[in-house]
């Protein structure tokens, strides 16, 4: 191999890698969102204006529950460091992952027993008035650094390397019990505490520089959130956009706030914590959450799709329009722009672009009416429970702007791909295949025979919308045969290839798997 194909291979394999860490950071994040709902409901319905309103609430036992989905909710951000730690083994490693998963989570307690070790020898262990100001907490009972998902992300990086590096070690014969996939929690123990001990020297210059990142955010005043929604979209093209969601949700990098007492980093978390404690809501931490993308996902994809239905031809409208109706109402309901976005990315980028900036000024301007509206996913179920159920919300705020959204895109839109005459679906030439919700839709057995079979699939994993996949020939994929399956967009770079199947690509990469382990062929 010359040096020009090894570098290239070193790049894809970089790339896959950092495609799979963001891929990783959606186990957390997903458990996360389901418990923002359980947040959301108790803290609404807990709260003194929503009781008075509603004098039922005051029934004891009805009281009861609704604090007790509250205090269930919390457990999202209270242990989400230890979910980042084991979900990264979990989500990178191809085999072993229950190992990795165990491994990851003695190393997480290992790495804080070595910090609280070293602060102790040092002296600078402080008492529980002064942890705070120290940059200390306790985890999982030790007092130790406050170093968040981010010492999760650390441990679970370093688990990983470890069980890819050790997992079919040899022992001599004497120790040949603790060898192979038993080797991966003891030699995580060690290093990771050994880690641990380098921590309260190291910790504080990498914090520093997390500060800086945040004051340069939160500095950038409204223009923050423009270059923010910009940014995510334009790393949502390579799937790298939920390793910034991570940094701006959970690390200073999202800003820092006292909440009852206590500091809090990052600002989901900051916005959940002032949700528990019942305190307004933080205006400056919402700004990054949900409400920005609301207007886009809500009214201005929906209208994407309906500018798509109307420039296509007349007789291919009722071929075209499940497809649409599905990107909607995903995009509505659970915020998943993918579907939508891939129905015009490839083939006409300029919309892309418009589409970027759209999704930065929405950010902004939400921001900048005042709206209070927070949590992962800006669809309507997060408009309902952290906006109509939220006092001070603003909730009404996005009507008129998506209203304004709907129009701009769908004129805009309209307007493109008539004068360009974008090749959008239900407007292709003849006889070109086409993405439809016709027959063999997300058929396991049409789409590993378009992926070349069983014998070109190296390895098969799936995030929210896409299959990622390694094959031994990326020649022997029929692309036809997987537009007609379903498959909104493919993406290829040597070997490692990408096909985005929306909403339902968990299915579909189960059916694949099924068929795989029959030797490729449909069980009886």
Known sequence: MDNAAAKESRKTRFYAFMQNLGKSFMFPIATLSAMGILVGLGSAFTAPSMMDRLPFLQIHWVNIVFSFMNTVGSFGFTYLPAMFAMS????????????????AFAGYISLNLGINFMLQLQGKLVSAAKMQAAGQSMVLGIQSLEMGVLGGILVGLITYFLLERYQEIKLPDAFSFFGGIRFIPIISVIVESFVGLLMPFIWPIFQSGIVALGHL???????????????????????????????????????TAVVAGKTVNGALNIFYAQLNAGVPVSGKATAFLSQGFMPTFMFGLPAICLAIYLTARPENRDRIKGLLISATLVAFVSGISEPTEYLFLFIAPMLYVFHTVMEGFSLSIMALLGARMGNTDGGVLDWILFGWLQPGSRWWLLIPVGAAWFAIYFFFFRWYILKKDVKTPGREAEGAAVMTKGAGI??????????GGAANIVSLDNCVTRLRLEVKDPSKLDEDKLKQSGALAIMKAEKSVQIVYGAQVQSVKDGVEKLMSNGGASPA
Do not use: C
């Not at 990264?88 to 491994?103: D, E, M, Q, S, Y």
């Not at 997300?442 to 992926?451: F, K, M, T």
């Open 217 to 255: 955010i939160q500095g950038a005043g409204i223009f923050g959130p423009f270059l923010y929604g910009i940014a995510l979209s334009i790393l949502k093209l390579m799937g790298l956009h939920h390793i910034l969601l991570a940094m701006i949700r959970f690390t200073d990098a999202g800003g």
């Open 88 to 103: 990264l083994p979990f989500g990178l490693a191809k085999r072993n992952k229950g190992v990795g998963t165990i491994a």
């Open 442 to 451: 997300y058929d396991p057995s049409v789409i590993l025979g378009a992926l």
